[in-house]
């Protein structure tokens, strides 16, 4: 790769030309390591050029050139992006694909803030930019932070890249002292198609489209790579503000554009869904004369004390939706179906198929859901697609809707080869031979090799490094699959992940001299890992890959019992009686099989009854506490509990947790609110807001809103013309309230 020749043996021309390649080599391997996850020179290699590089500095110090990579921060690529808290939360859209859905989305909105049908309601309509969001922190009209969306709570620290970006000023005038913008990082079309010639021309890799472009090209190690990638941004939202920018969406536009940010020229004002409907089939007309990539156009209610009085759910705005363009579809050739096993065991079928372009990307596997699918019936059993199933060597229709998966809409029976079979489902694990079960009202087979099986125990892996989940930086899918087939430094648990550094000390052959392996990039993992070896207690929950505990459910879990020991001992207090609420859907199932449909209902209810009678307190109480957090039912609390019950488990997550630091997880913060925990009812005519506005506002505090007044009340807000509610909660003793003592109460106008 270099000239091997001693350093010193070198004639001054020679040096000076072999420092101008070195130079321009681990430059190139800098960005490429950086950039696109494809390294060009294995570390091994890349550490001896950087070797080479320093003896011939050290043998003719003035030839030492200027760009110099002894001098390269880049080098050192284990810096992770920073993590930038949102002040205030980066939203999501809800989306809609007719008209129909538009006419609805305008009914919500006027029934929640009471506006009827005929009154006037402006909207504003943007194209939806096809790229990936981006929040811009100006602080006295300085730029001091930008970062992606991430998970909407939590984005990633771009600030370096964000600099590089033409169209983002790094200093307003006359902006508010403190100023989120946010908007679309997006590349247009003649500047993805040149980066993917240059790309290939260098041998790295290319984009699939202007969209992973864009965000290849932002989420960069090093900010010089940005530099060198021309990315583009649209304004179009903003976070946190000192000052309001306008009284409207469309005026705060303008004023955003004043203050010189790009803004797209295609944002108008509408009057109501007729008019949004026929601004998208204009929008929808030049979409292809377009520069850059659109994916539909978003409607937003104009007035934002409208906007504010509508506020938002759980991810997404009340007062915007975004309309989205059809997907896009190819017909092609299934050439086969393959079975993937899942972390829960859940037998996928995959398509794969002859290589095809759906809106510009090629596709060439699609998702087949599960064998009712594939045998073209639904969830509930009866046909879809006519009832016609999918064979191998049929010609299907393939369809892409923005990020996800292609899917299969349809197939063409006149094609179908002579000799195409009926697809048959395996009934064993096509990875381990276990096998393959299929419960009871459940979709999915399901592999019943638990650990046992190596693809669950790899899939389990992948997903405890995730990025939601432990995120190790240098440890994804592909190093897994690595560590999990590797004799002498094998991952099997997640706990061997932790253990790693100190097997690999004692080991003869270090990771460092392995093949794609080097110095840096093992010093790099082993510091990842040790990072992540204190974790809060939801990633913990969350990256243990219990079936259906997502995200949400860990985070739930994780406020309700504040500590790690606290969620175990209830877990494990709680195992008799999930024990019984299987053995009672059992046995409910089984009679079901038996019964005729008349007394089913009178006999199930006693075999249920039957089988809880047994269970001592404690178990229960810990099961109806499990069961009482929000938004964890028996289905959760069964796949947990008995999870930790299985013995391989079990001992896998004991041996995990011993070597980590677990952080105890902060109460909800509606938890501070005066209105947490009570349980609300409005009754009577409310003035200053709609019952719906009432009711979110109550929820996004912690309060419950009931209907109707019992003695589990603990407020009641009256307005005038209250009747029986009102009497029923004086006999009872309810705190009762007229609506200006409730937004005093709540704190809020
Ligand atoms: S508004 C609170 N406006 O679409 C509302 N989003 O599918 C925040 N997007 O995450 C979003 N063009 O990345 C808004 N004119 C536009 C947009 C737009 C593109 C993206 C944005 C958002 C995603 C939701």
Redesign the pocket.
Known sequence: MHDARKAGSLTEQEAKAELERLAETLLRADAAYHGEDAPLVSDADYDSLKRRNAEIEAQFPHLKRADSPSDTVGAAPSERFGKVTHAQR????S?AFDDAEITEFDQRVRKYLGVPSGAPLRYTA????????LSLRYENGALVQAAT?GDGAVGENVTANARTIKDIPENLTGAPDILEV?G?VYMSHADFTALNARQSDAGAKTFANPRNAAAGSLRQLDAAVTASRPLRF?A??WGELSAPLAGTQFEAIAKLNALGFST?PLTALCDGPDDLVAHYAQIEQQRASLAYDIDGV?Y?VDDLELQRRLGYRST??RW?I?HKFPAELAWTRLEAIEINVGRTGALSPVARLSPVTVGGVVVSNATLHNEDYIAGRGGDGSPIRGGKDIRIGDWVQVYRAGDVIPKISDLDLGKRPDNAKPFSFPTLCPECGSDAIREDGDAVRRCSGGLVCPSQAVEKLKHFVSRAAFDIEGLGAKQIEMFHADDQLPVQTPADIFTLEARDRNNLTKLANREGWGDLSARNLFAAIEQCRTVPLARLIFALGIRHVGEVAARDLARHFGSWEALVDAVDTAAPAAACELQADAAEAAERQLATSEGRRARIKPVRDAVWGELDAPALAAWRDLIGIDGIGATVAVSLVTSFQQKAERASIDRLVEELTIEDAAPPMSGNSPVAGKTVVFTGTLDKMTRAEAKARAEALGAKVSGSVSARTDILVAGPGAGSKAAKAAELGVETMDEDAWLALIGGA
Do not use: H, Q, W
């Open positions: 980066m939203m999501s859209l989306n943007e194209p939806k930019i096809d790229g990936l969001s969306r946010r679309e649209f179009y939202a797209n978003v937003k997404t705005p915007a975004a």
